[in-house]
């Protein structure tokens, strides 16, 4: 079954400190990997996608595929970042996306 | 607004009601998808729409729950005999289909809550 694991709920970090959101997945075959975000009170957006290799608002996800990993990064964190991050992924053809439990990112002033 | 969008946004209701929820997909979206959040985890997969045809459901999905998009533009689930467990937040997400790096755009969700 294809699965996406975010270890961490919760994640705090201070302003102008780096950040990694971790996630692991175990899929068969190629699969596509991404990021969403939640903002407070904003529906659920993608921030970025394996495929695309670009950076979006400061951070970046490389995929791992000798660890199963997509962790996503940002070197200096700002409070605007703070939101509710998932990690899914999908595979082509149907684009079903199977996401992890999400972790809550805090930047604290 | 050309988002997606899904209706009502909060539903409360009694065990054993039924209720449907509306979703309308971005215009020229022809696969439409439905997710299910509960508190704590992530959105899960349900079932999803190429066009009018359903072409894949969740085990999730059991027989008292039933969705349809009849003439491929909006779509409806519906809970039958609903049970307290089916408190969650549904959401509904759209994409064109067919094109590379393609993004599922999601709506705000339909809140449910069963007393």
């Known amino acids: 079954a294809q699965r996406v694991t975010q270890p961490e709920k919760l994640l705090s970090v201070f302003k102008g400190a780096p950040v990694e959101l971790k996630c692991n997945y175990s899929?068969?075959?190629?699969?596509?990997l991404f990021w969403y975000v939640q903002y407070s009170r904003q529906r659920l957006q993608l921030l970025l996608r394996?495929?695309s290799r670009e950076s979006i608002k400061g951070f970046t996800a490389d995929l791992n595929k000798g660890e199963t990993s997509f962790h996503l990064k940002k070197p200096f964190a700002q409070e605007e970042d703070s939101a509710m991050y998932y990690c899914?992924?999908?595979?082509?053809?149907?684009?079903?996306?199977?996401f992890g439990t999400g972790t809550r990112l805090t930047i604290i002033p | 607004d050309t988002g997606v969008s899904q209706n009502p946004r909060h539903k409360i209701t009694k065990r054993g009601q039924n209720v449907t929820f509306r979703c309308d997909p971005i215009?020229?979206?022809?696969?439409l998808y439905w997710y299910r959040q509960t508190l704590g985890q992530g959105p899960e997969f349900l079932t999803y729409?190429?066009?009018?045809?359903?072409?894949?459901k969740s085990r999730l999905l059991s027989d008292r729950f039933s969705a349809e998009r009849p003439k491929g533009s909006f779509s409806t689930l519906e809970i039958q005999r609903t049970e307290q467990g089916d408190s969650a937040m549904y959401l509904c997400?759209?994409?064109?289909?067919?094109?590379?790096?393609?993004?599922?755009?999601f709506g705000p969700g339909t809140r449910l809550l069963v007393l």
């Open positions: 997400a759209s994409l064109k289909g067919g094109l590379i790096e393609e993004t599922q755009y």
């Open positions: 899914g992924g999908s595979n082509f053809g149907n684009e079903k996306l199977t």
């Open positions: 394996h495929i």
């Open positions: 899929y068969s075959g190629s699969p596509e």
């Open positions: 729409f190429q066009n009018e045809a359903q072409l894949e």
């Open positions: 215009s020229e979206h022809n696969r």
